[in-house]
C-alpha cells in the first residue's frame, strides 16, 4: 500500500503510475493517487513516500476522498530530505548589477554590492508578488475604503532567513516627538466595535527628528513608502502608508491613524525605500516594474534563494481525518503553512519556515503536532482549536516536543508560538524562544500548558508575559504547571513590564503551580480576576529591568463589567447557568453578585501562596487583599537573599524542598523538549 512520488521521475507510464519504478512526478499526481485507493477501500496504512528533492505547489487540498481510518490512516513521508515550497527557488545566475540611474538613487558601497533580478523574466505578474499591506496587529487599514490589508506580499528568504524590506533605520527604532494630530482623538471615547465601524477617520501628524526628515528629502518619491511601530502602547504595533515628510517643519503625515492614539517618544521606522537599500540582508521590489533588489549578506554563488509566491496553505486538510504528515519541510507561502480541519490528523517530524502566516492552523479532535520545528514565521506558530465549550468536553490535542523560535516577524504582537482555543488541549515540553510578544496565548477552559521551557519572548514588548490571556470570566480550569521561564526581559520602554505569566483584566479559574522562573522581568500579574492560584514557585535572580516579582491587582477598567460591557457580552457566548459548568466552576454564578467598581473589580478566591523568591523583588500588591469577603490568601512565601546553588536541578529538586517546609520538588530535569543548558 505504498505510493512513490519522485520530483525527478521523466517516465510516463499510467500503468504502473506512483511504483517505486515509476513514481508519481507531483503531489497533485501522487494525490490522485491516493483518491483512488481510499474509493477501493484500505486493507492496510496507505504511505506516500516523497523521494528526496523539492515539490513546487500551488496549495495541496485534500478532504474525506483521501483521508484513513483510525486503523488505517494515510502517510505522507518524507524519504530523505523533502521540501514542499510554494515559492521559486532562484539560482545566482537571475541576478545581475545595476544601472547608472539605479546607481544614483544609493549610496555607499550598495552602488556596487546590490544586485538585481527581473522576475516577469520568469513569467511572473503583479498577482504572483503582491501589493504592499497592512502588517501589524492592530493597524486600522480596515477604516479605509480602497486600502489594501491582505494577502500579504512575497517574501524573499536567503539561506533561510526572512530578508528585510529596505528601510530606514537599517535597525532599531526612530522615536518622534510631541503628536502634531492624533486623529484618534475625536473616537477615543468610542468602544472597539463602534470604532471599527468608522469609515475614513483622517491621518496623522508626528513630530520627527531633523536628521529623519532631511533624509527624506533624498528620496525620490513617497509612493508606497510606509511606517511601522507602537505609536501608543508596546502591545499594540500598526503600519502605515505615509503621506508626506515636510523636511522645515519636522512633520510626517501617515494616512492611516493610530487606533490607540499617539504618545511622546513612540518608536517607530520607515520602510518599503529604494534609496535605502544600503545594507547587507536588504531587498525592494519595483512593483510597477517587477524587478527585485538585493543586497546579498553572503556569497549568491551558493546561497539558498527562495522567493513566496502562493496565498494560501502549502497543505489543506478540509474534512479530512486519520492523516499523518511525516518529516516534510514546508516554505514559500504569503499565507499559512499548513491549514488541518479534521481529526485525528498528526503532523510529526516537519519543518514549517519562510511563510508569512502562521505555521499551522489546526481545528480537529485528537490531533497532534509533535517534534517538529517552526521558525521564521510572519504571524505565529500554532492556532489550536477543538473541544466543545458548551459541554466542555475536551479535545484530545497535543501539541509537544517541537521547538519554535523567531516567530511574528511581521505581526509582532499577539502572535504567539502556540494560541489556543476550544476546550482541553494539552501543550507539553516544547520549546519556545526569540519572539517579540508572547509565546503561548489562550482562551477557553481546561487546557494544561506543562514542561516547557520558554525564554527570550516579549524581546520588543511591554505589559505583556510569555503565557498570556484576559478580558474574559469564562477562560477558566487552566492549568499552567512545571515549565521553566528565564532570560526574559524587553529592550523596549517599560510602564507595566514583562511577566512569567499574566492573567488579565478580571478573567477565571487559572492554577499557575510548581514553575520556574530564572532571570525574568518579573514572574507573574493578577490584574483582577477570581480563582487565581499562584503556589509553590519558584522565583530566582532578577534582572537589571525588575521592579516586583509578583504583581497583584485590582482591575482597573471596572466598566467593562457594567451591562454591555465587553466582560458581560462574553459572558452570553456559553452556557454558563449549565449545570457542568456550575459543577466546573461553583464561583462563576457568584461573580455576578458583586457590585462592579468596588467589589467586582477586586480579585476574589485568589491564592499567592507557598512560593519561594531568591534574589529578586517584592511583592506588589494595590487593594486591600486580606478584606474576608475576597476570600483571598496570601501567605507563606519565602524570601531567601542569596542563590545556594547555581545547579537549578538540584536547587528545585533537593535543596529548597529540603529547606523550605512543604515545598513540593520541581522536576526540573524532565522540563524542555531535551535537556536545558542553564
Not at 504592499?132 to 536567503?158: K, Q, R, T
Request: proline fraction near 4%; include cysteine.
Amino acid at each position: 500500500m505504498d505510493i512513490f512520488v519522485s520530483p525527478k521521475n521523466i517516465r510516463n507510464d499510467p500503468q504502473k503510475r506512483g511504483s517505486e519504478g515509476n513514481p508519481a512526478s507531483s503531489l497533485a499526481e501522487a494525490l490522485d493517487l491516493v483518491r483512488e485507493a481510499v474509493k477501493g477501500g484500505l486493507s492496510a496504512p496507505l504511505t506516500v513516500r516523497l523521494a528526496e528533492g523539492e515539490y513546487r505547489t500551488d496549495g495541496l487540498v485534500m478532504g474525506e476522498e483521501a483521508s484513513g481510518t483510525p486503523e488505517y490512516p494515510v502517510i505522507w513521508k518524507a524519504d530523505g530530505k523533502v521540501t514542499v515550497n510554494g515559492g521559486l527557488t532562484l539560482t545566482s545566475d537571475l541576478f545581475r548589477g545595476l544601472c547608472d540611474e539605479e546607481k544614483g538613487r544609493l549610496h555607499g558601497d550598495a552602488c556596487e554590492k546590490v544586485v538585481k533580478c527581473d522576475l516577469t523574466e520568469l513569467g511572473l505578474t503583479r498577482d504572483d508578488w503582491g501589493e504592499m499591506c497592512a502588517i501589524g496587529n492592530y493597524h486600522s487599514g480596515g477604516n479605509y475604503d480602497g486600502s489594501v490589508v491582505s494577502p500579504m506580499w512575497c517574501e524573499l528568504f536567503v539561506n533561510g532567513t526572512r530578508q528585510e524590506i529596505a528601510r530606514y533605520p537599517d535597525r532599531d527604532f526612530l522615536y518622534c516627538g510631541e503628536p502634531v494630530k492624533a486623529g484618534h482623538d475625536k473616537y477615543k471615547d468610542l468602544l472597539e466595535e463602534e470604532f471599527n465601524r468608522v469609515r475614513n477617520p483622517g491621518t496623522d501628524i508626528y513630530t520627527i527628528d531633523p536628521d529623519t526628515a532631511k533624509r527624506a528629502a533624498g528620496w525620490k518619491s513617497f509612493d508606497d513608502v510606509w511606517m511601522f511601530g507602537y505609536p501608543m502602547f508596546g502591545w499594540c504595533d500598526m503600519s502605515s502608508p505615509v503621506i508626506s515628510i515636510d523636511p522645515g517643519k519636522c512633520t510626517m503625515e501617515t494616512a492611516w491613524i493610530s487606533c490607540a492614539g499617539i504618545r511622546d517618544h513612540a518608536p517607530y521606522y520607515l520602510y518599503n525605500i529604494f534609496e535605502e537599500l544600503d545594507s547587507p540582508g536588504e531587498w525592494y521590489l519595483d512593483r510597477e516594474k517587477g524587478i527585485l533588489y538585493l543586497y546579498p549578506a553572503s556569497d549568491l554563488q551558493t546561497a539558498d534563494i527562495k522567493l513566496s509566491l502562493i496565498t494560501e496553505g502549502l497543505f489543506k486538510i478540509d474534512g479530512g481525518h486519520d492523516i499523518v504528515i511525516s518529516g516534510i519541510s514546508f516554505t514559500g507561502t504569503r499565507g499559512d503553512g499548513l491549514e488541518i480541519k479534521g481529526d485525528r490528523i498528526r503532523v510529526e517530524n516537519c519543518t514549517v519556515r519562510n511563510v508569512a502566516g502562521w505555521a499551522i492552523v489546526m481545528d480537529g479532535e485528537e490531533c497532534a503536532v509533535t517534534w517538529s520545528e517552526i521558525e521564521r514565521t510572519g504571524r505565529g506558530g500554532i492556532r489550536l482549536y477543538g473541544g466543545d465549550r458548551d459541554t466542555l468536553r475536551p479535545s484530545g490535542n497535543v501539541i509537544s516536543f517541537n521547538h519554535i523560535h523567531h516567530i511574528a516577524e511581521i505581526f509582532r504582537t499577539y502572535n504567539a508560538a502556540v494560541e489556543l482555543f476550544g476546550v482541553g488541549h494539552l501543550v507539553t515540553h516544547n520549546e519556545i524562544h526569540d519572539s517579540a510578544h508572547v509565546a503561548i496565548l489562550f482562551h477557553g477552559n481546561n487546557h494544561i500548558m506543562t514542561f516547557n521551557e520558554i525564554y527570550e519572548v516579549c524581546k520588543i514588548a511591554d505589559d505583556s508575559s510569555a503565557i498570556y490571556a484576559g478580558r474574559d470570566y469564562t477562560i477558566a480550569g487552566n492549568m499552567i504547571k512545571y515549565n521553566c521561564f528565564h532570560d526574559m526581559k524587553s529592550d523596549a520602554d517599560n510602564s507595566i513590564g514583562i511577566f512569567g505569566t499574566y492573567c488579565d483584566d478580571n478573567m477565571g479559574l487559572t492554577y499557575i503551580e510548581n514553575n520556574v522562573f530564572i532571570r525574568c522581568q518579573s514572574a507573574v500579574l493578577f490584574h483582577g480576576g477570581h480563582d487565581l492560584k499562584f503556589r509553590g514557585n519558584l522565583i530566582a535572580l532578577h534582572c537589571p529591568k525588575s521592579v516586583y516579582s509578583i504583581r497583584f491587582h485590582r482591575f482597573f477598567y471596572w466598566r467593562a463589567l457594567l451591562p454591555g460591557g465587553y466582560h458581560m457580552e462574553r459572558v452570553k457566548a456559553v452556557p454558563w447557568q449549565s449545570r457542568k459548568w456550575q459543577e466546573s466552576y461553583p464561583h462563576l454564578s457568584e461573580y455576578f453578585t458583586w457590585e462592579p467598581e468596588k467589589v467586582q473589580s477586586c480579585p476574589h478566591y485568589c491564592d499567592v501562596s507557598g512560593n519561594v523568591l531568591i534574589d529578586h523583588m517584592p511583592i506588589d500588591i494595590n487593594f486591600d487583599w486580606a478584606d474576608e469577603s475576597f476570600h483571598n490568601k496570601v501567605e507563606n512565601n519565602t524570601i531567601i537573599e542569596k542563590l545556594p546553588t547555581d545547579d537549578f536541578r538540584e536547587l528545585c529538586e533537593k535543596t529548597i524542598p529540603e529547606t523550605v517546609k512543604d515545598f513540593r520538588p520541581i522536576p526540573f530535569s524532565e522540563i524542555g523538549r531535551k535537556p536545558m543548558q542553564l
